[in-house]
């Protein structure tokens, strides 16, 4: 439980409420910050409207309440544009408007279940954002429906919990509001998978099962190299995976092992690879190929990986061979 560090490069105002601390403003100049769990023994449970933008907001009429600290030190200037890795306290429970507004380069943001309400347009022009890492349950997380339908861009949300960490993938999608007529009547037209794979919800609590069912829309819109992605990602972390869908998401790696090696060699990610490669749904084509762009990128890990399973390929191949 992190408590506010005297040398922390922030200032941060802060305003009482029944729970503990809103914080109104963070102003940093920095790309990378870590806001305290706790100040003065109270926890931040909440962050006000406009808290990280370039635009002020309005404080309360009663300021004499406001905490700001460090209260004393060298001047801070801010800029929302030079954020780009942040640790939300652990108890903060609500995201108020706007209040990243402007964080342009924002791209990977932490924070934990206790999360239950995300306000309007709280991500407003954070172009860059791609990753969220979840403390936590995520369907104990109440405001992850309200905060997946603010980022409307390809993510990826990491759950790290103690039991068994796992990560999910969210495709992109597009609202667009066209108007058609004089009298301001408009058409709203959805465009992309992502937005079927942000309605799994049974209120607010998230539906693994659903999540399973939208990868269809993936293969009918022939998005090939997503669908192996998410495919990979559930069969290295199967949580509450049903068997129809595990056989459906190699099914999948099966048609496409081109694809699936293509993105495990990206990614650097042993884990996955080797993952991938238990499943034994490649060919020796694909894996020879996989291993000779191992070997241009100079990954010696996934080389090694690549090898211990092509020799034993190759040394059926022999004895098939030679019994003919």
Request: with cysteine; charged share 20%; glycine share 4%.
């Amino acid at each position: 439980m992190k408590d506010f560090d005297p040398g922390f490069p922030a200032r941060l105002t802060l305003y009482p409420n029944p729970e503990g601390w809103t914080l109104l403003r963070c102003e940093s100049n920095c790309a990378q910050l870590t806001l305290p769990d706790m100040v003065q023994d109270k926890p931040i449970t909440q962050i006000g409207d406009y808290a990280f933008s370039s635009r002020a907001p309005r404080h309360p009429q009663d300021e004499t309440q406001c905490l700001v600290v460090p209260s004393e030190g060298q001047e801070i200037s801010h800029s929302a544009s030079a954020l780009e890795q942040l640790v939300l306290p652990r108890f903060v429970k609500s995201i108020g408007n706007y209040a990243f507004y402007g964080c342009t380069k924002l791209s990977h943001l932490s924070l934990s279940d206790a999360l239950r309400q995300v306000g309007a347009d709280a991500f407003m022009n954070c172009f860059s954002m791609k990753e969220l890492s979840v403390a936590g349950q995520l369907p104990h997380m109440l405001g992850l429906r309200q905060l997946l339908r603010e980022l409307c861009g390809e993510l990826t949300v990491s759950v790290e919990n103690l039991d068994q960490p796992y990560t999910l993938l969210f495709p992109a999608y597009e609202e667009e509001h066209e108007e058609m007529a004089a009298p301001h009547i408009f058409h709203y037209h959805i465009a992309g998978e992502g937005y079927l794979y942000r309605q799994c919800f049974n209120q607010d609590e998230f539906q693994f099962s659903e999540y399973d069912a939208a990868f269809a829309l993936l293969l009918k819109t022939h998005s090939f190299a997503f669908a192996v992605q998410v495919a990979l990602s559930r069969l290295c972390y199967p949580v509450a995976l049903s068997q129809t869908a595990k056989q459906e998401y190699i099914a999948c790696l099966k048609q496409h092992p081109d694809l699936a090696f293509s993105h495990c060699l990206k990614q650097r990610d042993t884990r996955l690879l080797s993952a991938y490669l238990k499943l034994n749904c490649w060919d020796k084509q694909s894996l020879e190929t996989a291993c000779n762009h191992a070997r241009s990128a100079g990954n010696t890990q996934a080389v090694g990986l690549l090898l211990a399973h092509l020799q034993p390929s190759c040394q059926q191949t022999e004895r098939a061979r030679f019994s003919l």
